[in-house]
């Protein structure tokens, strides 16, 4: 039983992870804390939904044209919302992202609706997985792996590629790194388009189990937050264990204490860490000057 | 190397740089002095491409550079050393200097990047640790690699001895002069007038963004009080 509810509290925290990460990469990079990045992920699912049941693709070849789709339209709206605010304060970036939660939510809602659609997904009548004793759903097992190798190859990619190097000199010092040739304005596009694709797979993962409308990513959105203020918004490493933290903690006190305690520990949680430790458990103060 | 001419930079209202004209010899060490707010910096970032100029022309090696964007300047050998020494703090002393090499990204780097450790022993035992672990003085030194890194022709630097002790600034300009030695044009910023002096070819002073004074080492030492008066010390 026990098993059970933290296997199912890993998979639920990796999907929070996947939209934490997003966040986490678009914030570091540019200083943006994007509102809209639930929103993008949800569009992006629209799409994989279009894919699959008007043009008639397998989920195989579906979801790979959806996540692309998310790459792209990462890249889209921060040349044509983000790029324009460029020197701009930061808070009218946050701004605009706020309303562009609004826009695609609206836009979204034209298209499709505002009825529920179900999402499929080859793993859902799979047989579960023996880990030992304990059976594993193969959603979740997906899950907990698709969330895994994201966080292996963001890794990768920001600490054994230039552009990746480049990334990092721009989110510690915009200015000196372009002294070295690094543009900012790339750096940003390269970091929306990352954060279009991990939340794409995010939706596209979560669907299934939430049934995909316009609203599928809010819960998510909040949770991610959630588990980056949990394990400090500064740190991909950080904001991934503190989405599978959240996770599991909700389905155990879920199960425990309350079902309807297990959706309020998400905002006991904000609070208590805001309170005691802003930094996030696993973030570091800075308080150097360089 | 280098040739400015009527230069002029505005911040909004602020006219950082009004007509500024200088030239920078090609192996030559050159220094800009001026007090806190002449337009030293804002010089040296308008010749990278960091901040926009409102008219006049830059030129390297006889071909226009203003208006190109940073990583087009840095690619055809401007290195820029930053005030306050910009090391990157949560990156390596390895990677501070490969991001210095970011527009020859792609090329063989091992023998540049070997060089450049060999240069500054100091440097060279923290391979693995992180920028903000340096001490001020390694961190110029740093700095000073990293601009290496992009194998320049033209080394800007900008206010080297700011915050170090006099016994580190005094190494900092050594291992500048070592650098001139290699072949590469610097052009260096200062407020401490003596030790600029000590260094460089030729001389210019800015005062509220204009060039005030210009001269030979000799002629500066010849008249360090009009030097002194114009630095308001
Ligand atoms: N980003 C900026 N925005 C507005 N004014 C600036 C900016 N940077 C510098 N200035 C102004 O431009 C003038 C020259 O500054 P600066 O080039 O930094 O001088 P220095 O390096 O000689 O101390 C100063 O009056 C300064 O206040
Ligand atoms: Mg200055």
Same mark, same amino acid.
């Not at chain 1, 919302?81 to 808070?91: C, W």
């Not at chain 1, 759903?137 to 907990?144: F, G």
């Given at each position: 039983m026990i098993a059970n509810l933290i296997v199912g509290g890993l998979a639920a925290g990796c999907l929070y992870a996947m939209v934490g990460i997003a966040i986490v990469v678009v914030l570091n990079i540019t200083d943006i804390a994007n509102f809209a990045q639930g929103e993008m992920a949800m569009v992006t699912t629209f799409f994989a939904y279009w894919l699959l049941n008007s043009v008639g693709l397998t989920w195989w070849q579906a979801v790979p044209i959806a996540i692309l789709f998310g790459l792209v339209q990462g890249v889209i709206i921060q040349q044509v @919302?983000?790029?324009?605010?460029?020197?701009?304060?930061?808070?009218s970036a946050i701004i605009a992202t706020l309303g562009l939660n609004i826009v695609l939510n609206s836009v979204a809602g034209l298209i499709?609706?505002?009825?529920?659609?179900? %999402?499929?997904?080859?793993?859902? %009548?799979?047989?579960?997985? !023996?880990?030992?004793?304990?059976?594993?759903?193969?959603?979740?097992?997906?899950?907990? !792996?698709?969330?895994?190798?994201?966080? @292996?190859? !963001?890794?990768? %990619?920001?600490?054994?590629?230039?552009?990746?190097?480049?990334l990092r000199a721009a989110s510690q010092n915009p200015t000196v790194a372009r002294m070295m040739g690094v543009s900012i304005s790339r750096s940003s596009a390269i970091a929306w388009g990352l954060g279009g694709l991990i939340g794409g797979i995010a939706g596209i993962l979560v669907a299934p189990s939430l049934f995909l409308d316009t609203n599928l990513m809010s819960a998510l959105l909040i949770k991610a937050f959630a588990g980056g203020v949990l394990g400090?918004?500064?740190s991909m490493i950080g904001v991934f264990l503190g989405c599978l933290a959240l996770g599991v903690a909700e389905n155990l006190v879920g199960a425990y204490v309350s079902p309807a305690f297990g959706e309020a520990i998400t905002f006991i949680i904000i609070i208590a860490v805001l309170i005691v430790r802003p930094e996030g458990v696993f973030g570091r103060v800075k308080v150097r000057k360089v | 190397m280098l040739e400015i001419n009527n230069l002029n930079v505005r911040y909004g209202a602020v006219e950082a740089l009004r007509d500024v004209s200088i030239k920078?010899?090609?192996?030559?060490?050159?220094? =800009?002095?001026?007090?806190?707010?002449?337009?030293?910096?804002? *010089?040296?970032?308008?010749?990278?491409? =960091?901040?926009?100029?409102?008219?006049?022309?830059?030129?390297?090696?006889?071909?226009? =550079?203003?208006?190109?964007?940073?990583?087009?300047?840095?690619?055809?050998?401007?290195?820029?050393?930053?005030?306050?020494?910009?090391?990157?703090?949560? *990156?390596?002393?390895k990677e501070n200097l490969m991001i210095g090499a970011y527009a020859r990204r792609g090329r063989d780097l091992t023998a540049d990047y070997r060089k450049v450790m060999q240069m500054f022993p100091p440097i060279e035992r923290r391979e693995r640790q992180f920028g903000y672990t340096l001490s001020?003085?390694?961190?110029?030194?740093?700095?000073?690699?990293?601009?290496?890194?992009?194998?320049?022709?033209?080394?800007?630097?900008d206010e080297l001895s700011l915050g170090l002790a006099p016994i580190i600034v005094k190494q900092v300009f050594a291992k500048l002069d070592e650098v001139r030695k290699t072949g590469i044009t610097v052009l260096v910023v200062e407020q401490n007038a003596r030790l600029a002096m000590k260094f460089a070819d030729y001389l210019y002073v800015l005062k509220y963004g204009r060039v005030v004074m210009q001269g030979s080492r000799e002629e500066f030492e010849r008249s360090t009080e009009l030097v002194d008066a114009y630095l308001g010390v």
């Open positions: @919302v983000i790029r324009p605010l460029i020197g701009s304060p930061v808070l499709w609706g505002h009825q529920t659609y179900t %999402f499929p997904s080859p793993f859902a %009548f799979s047989a579960p997985f !023996m880990i030992g004793s304990v059976p594993v759903p193969v959603d979740a097992v997906v899950s907990i !792996m698709a969330g895994l190798a994201i966080v @292996v190859a !963001m890794t990768w %990619f920001l600490r054994f590629t230039w552009i990746g190097l480049g400090g918004l500064h | 920078v010899g090609s192996g030559n060490l050159v220094a =800009i002095l001026g007090a806190n707010g002449a337009g030293k910096s804002t *010089l040296l970032r308008a010749i990278s491409g =960091i901040v926009g100029t409102a008219s006049g022309s830059i030129a390297l090696l006889g071909s226009a =550079i203003g208006g190109l964007s940073p990583e087009e300047i840095v690619r055809r050998g401007v290195a820029h050393v930053p005030e306050g020494r910009g090391i990157f703090p949560d *990156l390596t002393v001020g003085g390694e961190q110029q030194m740093l700095a000073i690699g990293r601009a290496l890194m992009a194998a320049p022709r033209l080394l800007l630097a």
